[in-house]
């Protein structure tokens, strides 16, 4: 089936470092989409990419999505406290399938 | 706030027994979604229904039953509980049936003892 990999698990940063998590489907996908998850929160929805090669950007967070649509990352620009948590891609074939996630957390 | 409403938000049990989580999904959304949390397995997707028919299955356990009713409110049934069933379980809803943006809920924590 569908399985959808995400690297890597843990990430602790300095503040003002940058931080990238990588997302890997073992199938071809539709979109991915990535969210955010706050200590004790809820996920909660970040962005969508759809096309092949497909690059978006929200401030400091750059999201890219692969050529072959197969896998896509996320990376942070100079990192804030604010930025801490779990971070989800989520990939969609003929249902959604989470990533693992990947827990950053920053270092004032 | 997502607009999904779960209840109960925290639940304690007894292995052996069965429990009934509830879902509301945001106004005007179709599909529902169940997702299982765990402390070392991330989210696990369980089951989607959209429009009260089941749409996609994913690692739900025979144990496990859900369904959506005609007012688009969904449940998920747990029964013969065991310890490793202790998790938080997310709920969540969107627009369509697929490529839509999912809204989850905060969440009913259940704890087996």
């Known amino acids: 089936g569908q399985q959808v990999m995400q690297i890597p698990q843990y990430q602790h940063v300095q503040e003002g470092e940058d931080f990238t998590t990588y997302c890997n489907s073992s199938?071809?996908?539709?979109?991915i989409q990535w969210y955010k998850q706050r200590p004790g929160g809820h996920p909660v929805f970040l962005i969508q990419l759809v096309k092949s090669g497909e690059v978006k950007k929200q401030k400091r967070l750059t999201f890219q999505f692969g050529e072959a649509k197969k896998n896509s990352s996320l990376h942070i620009t100079a990192t804030q406290t604010t930025d801490v948590g779990t971070y989800f891609c989520a990939g969609r074939n003929n249902d959604m399938r989470f990533g693992a996630g990947t827990r950053l957390t920053v270092k004032p | 706030d997502s607009g999904v409403t779960q209840t109960p938000k925290h639940l304690i049990t007894a292995t052996g027994q069965r429990v009934t989580l509830r879902c509301s999904p945001r106004s005007g959304d179709l599909s529902v979604y169940w997702y299982q949390q765990s402390l070392d397995q991330g989210l696990q997707f369980l089951i989607q229904y959209y429009n009260g028919e089941e749409r996609a299955k994913g690692n739900i356990l025979e144990r496990f039953s859900a369904q959506q009713f005609p007012d688009l409110h969904s449940e998920l049934n747990l029964s013969s509980l065991e310890l490793g069933d202790s998790a938080l379980y997310f709920c969540?809803?969107?627009?369509?049936?697929?490529?839509?943006?999912?809204?989850f809920g905060e969440g009913s924590w259940l704890t087996v003892v």
């Open positions: 969540a809803s969107a627009v369509g049936s697929s490529g839509n943006t999912i809204y």
């Open positions: 199938t071809t996908l539709s979109n």
